[in-house]
């Protein structure tokens, strides 16, 4: 099992920036597939940003192209959302999972550990 733990959310102008950070903790981190999600009020969450386990493999969702970007330090055992030019829209509580199965994803069913979660909220 892995435990998960997220941080570095935060209130943000829009326009500007916050790195998130996913701490995990348990045995063979580098084996699990990651993902960051998000869910904002009432909605459903959502993927955002998947890497694989060696951090070779990224995807994005599309909404998020070219702003923000994951990636992971296997010996620290964290995994990492730089987001870029935030916008309003992107304010959301936002989660990290992880998930033995490699190949690309976008369903939060897919992932069977979660954080708890980081509060993103960006200003207009």
């Known amino acids: 099992q892995v435990q998960l733990v997220e941080s570095g959310g935060g209130l943000v102008q829009a326009g500007g920036s916050l790195r998130l950070s996913c701490a995990a903790s348990?045995?063979?981190?580098?084996?699990?597939?990651m993902g960051w999600f998000r869910q904002a009020p009432g909605k459903e969450r959502d993927f955002v940003a998947g890497?694989?386990?060696?951090?070779?493999?990224?995807y994005y969702a599309d909404s998020v192209k070219g702003r923000f970007a994951i990636s992971r330090d296997n010996a620290k055992n964290t995994v990492y959302l730089q987001m870029n030019s935030l916008k309003p829209e992107d304010t959301a509580v936002y989660y990290c999972?992880?998930?033995?199965?490699?190949?690309?994803?976008?369903?939060?069913?897919?992932?069977?550990?979660w954080g708890r979660g980081t509060q993103v909220t960006v200003s207009s």
């Open positions: 999972g992880a998930r033995i199965a490699s190949g690309n994803t976008y369903s939060p069913g897919d992932y069977a550990y």
């Open positions: 348990g045995r063979a981190f580098s084996s699990y597939t």
């Open positions: 890497i694989a386990w060696g951090g070779g493999g990224t």
